[in-house]
């Protein structure tokens, strides 16, 4: 109850951040992709300034994403490792389990 409650404290001020701001840049803004010819550019994009704003923080959380990917690839490594250490000791347990159980059963008298 409580992490939805910080959830939505952190999400409802960012997305009212958001919407101001996309509402605060609306203006068409080209973005030149030739530093040859600034004046007139061979490839060029129209677009609202909010939608640069925007794609340019998409790329970042995708980037960081992946990054945080890479760099825990140890850890997930060695809990897989562990993962299958834990489930070979558990099935020797086991076997040790069947092997006392049925060692008791012969080693105990018959009731008569």
Do not use: C, T
């Amino acid at each position: 109850m409580l992490k939805r409650f910080f959830k939505f404290l952190l999400i409802v001020p960012i997305s009212v951040l958001l919407i101001v701001l996309a509402v605060g840049n609306r203006h068409v803004v080209r973005l030149g992709l030739d530093p040859l010819s600034p004046e007139n550019p061979v490839l060029a994009l129209d677009a609202p300034f909010f939608v640069y704003l925007f794609g340019a923080l998409m790329i970042g959380v995708l980037l960081g994403g992946v990054a945080s990917w890479f760099g825990q690839g140890k850890w997930r490594k060695a809990a897989r490792q562990r993962s299958f250490e834990a489930q070979e000791w558990r099935k020797e347990a086991e076997r040790l389990s069947r092997e006392m159980a049925s060692q008791s059963r012969n080693a105990l008298p018959s009731p008569k």
